[in-house]
Nanobody, 123 residues
Framework: QVQLVESGGGLVQAGGSLRLNCAPSRRTYRDYAMGWFRQAPGKERDFVAA????????YYADSVKGRFTISRDNAENTVYLQMNSLKAEDTAVYYCAYGFRYGSRDVDDFGSWGQGTQVTVAS
């Protein structure tokens, strides 16, 4: 099974920026969407953003719209999450995953989860 590897997390001050990266452990066909989720301690894993590999169309959670941008590099087989104007409430472990149904925000419609990368926003 292909595993996704996230990187780019860290500690940042409120108002700052980070860029997360997500790449598969090996190359595979890319007929799926890719999504980012996040999970804060004691909370459920929540949808953040997703992108279609083929069309590049995107959709976002309302809480991050206008601040976060998801993009993909087909040549590098990598998906990015640019996070700007970070807030303390963005603190969480961020995960990427393959999406089986474009347009879904349901965690059950995503799979091959990575290990996650910690994002901490200091207020």
């Amino acid at each position: 099974q292909v595993q996704l590897v996230e990187s780019g997390g860290g500690l940042v001050q409120a108002g700052g920026s980070l860029r997360l990266n997500c790449a598969p452990s090996r190359r595979t066909y890319r007929d799926y969407a890719m999504g980012w989720f996040r999970q804060a301690p004691g909370k459920e894993r929540d949808f953040v953003a997703a992108i279609s590999w083929s069309s590049g169309s995107t959709y976002y959670a309302d809480s991050v719209k206008g601040r976060f941008t998801i993009s993909r590099d087909n040549a590098e087989n990598t998906v990015y999450l640019q996070m700007n104007s970070l807030k303390a409430e963005d603190t969480a472990v961020y995960y990427c995953a393959y999406g089986f149904r474009y347009g879904s925000r349901d965690v059950d419609d995503f799979g091959s989860w990575g290990q996650g990368t910690q994002v901490t926003v200091a207020s």
